[in-house]
């Protein structure tokens, strides 16, 4: 970040503050933000202040900054106005009647898989993959078949910045078989990991794709069970990729515009 500092403009370097809240720190006192973002106190403080005035962030004496009230405010708005999460809400609720779980709805974050919204219907276990909390592209079915649909170039870049995190995952240990294995979860449809993110459960995963067919995220269902029949598995799969286009057909509908009429 540091010797990133010097190539941001001013928006961004202020956006980068909200950054240094990633939940590995979550208080933050002036002069270790100063050291981390390489800047000027003076433009540190201004930049606090504006945050700060909006409900961005908090502070407290002793403590430091934190997150504001604003985030949980817009979070709540985002549960009320979000149009994916409104498309997905019945579509999930019903998933989970039907096969009994937990079911998520995730979407591509940067270069991670963010929990947006979850539906459950069993109280046996459950998910470490709460709302609001990131994971990489990498790990779990709802994070991986968002990462097979992604552009090529993308990919590409993500495989160059650190290739061992694919092969540690089980990706390939080069461009090419990362290439193959996406490819290989395209043609299903679906992606199944078991034990990837908790132990002891199965996720089952389907794209959605906006209007132009660009995947926006995913729907996914997790089962408390590692040993499921093929037959059982194909039937709870093809109920994940109908979710699944049901949503993707909604939120694509909801955002194409009618046809102007034409009045005589």
Same mark, same amino acid.
């Given at each position: ?17 909200? #950054?240094?809240?990633?939940? =590995? ?49 817009? #979070? ?5 106005? #979000?149009?994916?999460? $409104? ?15 937990? =079911? ?16 459950? =219907? ?25 990462? $097979? ?19 540690? $995952? ?5 461009? =090419? ?32 794709? #906006? ?54």
């Amino acid at each position: 970040m540091t010797n990133a500092g010097a190539k941001m403009n001013s928006l961004e370097k202020m956006i980068a503050i909200l #950054d240094l809240f990633d939940g =590995s720190a979550m208080e933050w006192l002036p002069e270790a933000m100063a050291e981390r973002l390489d800047l000027p106190r003076s433009t540190l403080y201004r930049y606090l202040k504006v945050l700060t005035d909006a409900g961005l962030l908090t502070s407290l004496p002793g403590v430091g900054y934190t997150l504001g009230p604003r985030v949980a405010e817009l #979070d709540f708005r985002m549960r009320l106005t #979000d149009p994916l999460i $409104a498309a997905s809400r019945p579509v999930m609720a019903e998933l989970v009647q039907d096969v009994p779980g937990i =079911s998520l709805l995730c979407r591509r974050y940067r270069d991670r898989v963010l929990c947006v919204h979850q539906e459950q =219907s069993i109280a046996t276990f459950r998910s470490n993959y709460e709302r609001g909390r990131a994971r990489p592209l990498v790990r779990g079915a709802a994070s991986r078949i968002i990462l $097979a649909y992604m552009p090529t170039q993308v990919v590409r870049r993500l495989h160059e910045a650190s290739p061992e995190t694919f092969s540690e $995952a089980g990706l390939g240990h080069d461009l =090419s078989g990362l290439r193959g294995r996406l490819k290989e979860i395209r043609q299903r449809g679906f992606d199944v990991t078991q034990g990837d993110l908790t132990s002891g459960v199965t996720g089952i995963a389907a794209p959605i794709f #906006d209007s132009r067919e660009n995947v926006l995220g995913s729907l996914s269902v997790t089962l408390g069970e590692t040993q499921i029949a093929p037959d059982r598995l194909a039937f709870v799969a093809d109920r994940v990729r109908l979710c699944a286009r049901i949503v993707s057909k909604t939120v694509a509908r909801e955002r194409t515009p009618e046809p102007a009429v034409q009045l005589s």
